[in-house]
T-cell receptor, first 114, second 114 residues
Framework: GAGVSQSPSNKVTEKGKDVELRCDPISGHTALYWYRQSLGQGLEFLIYFQGNSAPDKSGLPSDRFSAERTGGSVSTLTIQRTQQEDSAVYLC????????????FGSGTRLTVV | GQQLNQSPQSMFIQEGEDVSMNCTSSSIFNTWLWYKQDPGEGPVLLIALYKAGELTSNGRLTAQFGITRKDSFLNISASIPSDVGIYFCAGLQSIIQGAQKLVFGQGTRLTINP
């Protein structure tokens, strides 16, 4: 696609439920990143994909968070047993490849856990 | 954790005024970037700085990469209403397999009073 697409744009879920957030990167972009933006905070790195593998998942805050990428394209970030502190905007970015070619960010998914 | 300290956290200015914000780090970064985030959108790259001491302009924006490679500033001259948003500094950090990730500051929220 022309840009990075994320869905849903907004998600309200009850505490304890699982959620899946989706990212469609720009076609041909092999690098994909997930970031989390909490209210009034900067962007916190979560995980990096190169192709379908995740060489750096050091930013995932707990084992309730996981992510996968299939076909070198779409990525899904899953949060199990959501907690209120998981409420944030989850941003996905893609890049042409290894090294820095400039990130393109999606508009994010705003997750609210009630 | 967060490695970049950005200030001020918020600014309230009159249209036409100049704006200055800065970012410092305890670590050296070889590339500094400045992003702008509009409400409900992902961050968009404004300026990238690649050499220590470099001064780069993009229209009304001017950014400098500090000599020590541990700081950067962004200036906006003659602010206009569309400058409203959150500005982030970011440093490019090497991870593994030749890849890099962005480490972000906390952001500066710019509000322009009518």
């Amino acid at each position: 696609g022309a840009g990075v697409s994320q869905s849903p744009s907004n998600k309200v879920t009850e505490k304890g439920k699982d959620v899946e957030l989706r990212c469609d990167p720009i076609s041909g972009h092999t690098a994909l990143y997930w970031y989390r933006q909490s209210l009034g905070q900067g962007l916190e790195f979560l995980i990096y994909f190169q192709g379908n593998s995740a060489p750096d998942k050091s930013g995932l805050p707990s084992d309730r968070f996981s992510a996968e990428r299939t076909g070198g394209s779409v990525s899904t970030l899953t949060i199990q047993r959501t907690q209120q502190e998981d409420s944030a905007v989850y941003l996905c970015a893609s890049s042409l490849g290894v090294g820095f070619y400039g990130y393109t960010f999606g508009s994010g998914t705003r997750l609210t856990v009630v | 954790g967060q490695q970049l300290n950005q200030s001020p956290q918020s600014m309230f200015i009159q249209e036409g005024e100049d704006v200055s914000m800065n970012c410092t780090s305890s670590s050296i970064f070889n590339t500094w970037l400045w992003y702008k985030q509009d409400p409900g959108e992902g961050p968009v790259l404004l300026i990238a700085l690649y050499k220590a001491g470099e001064l780069t302009s993009n229209g009304r924006l001017t950014a400098q990469f500090g000599i020590t490679r541990k700081d950067s500033f962004l200036n906006i001259s003659a602010s206009i209403p569309s400058d409203v948003g959150i500005y982030f500094c970011a440093g490019l950090q090497s991870i593994i397999q030749g890849a890099q990730k962005l480490v972000f500051g906390q952001g500066t929220r710019l509000t322009i009073n009518p």
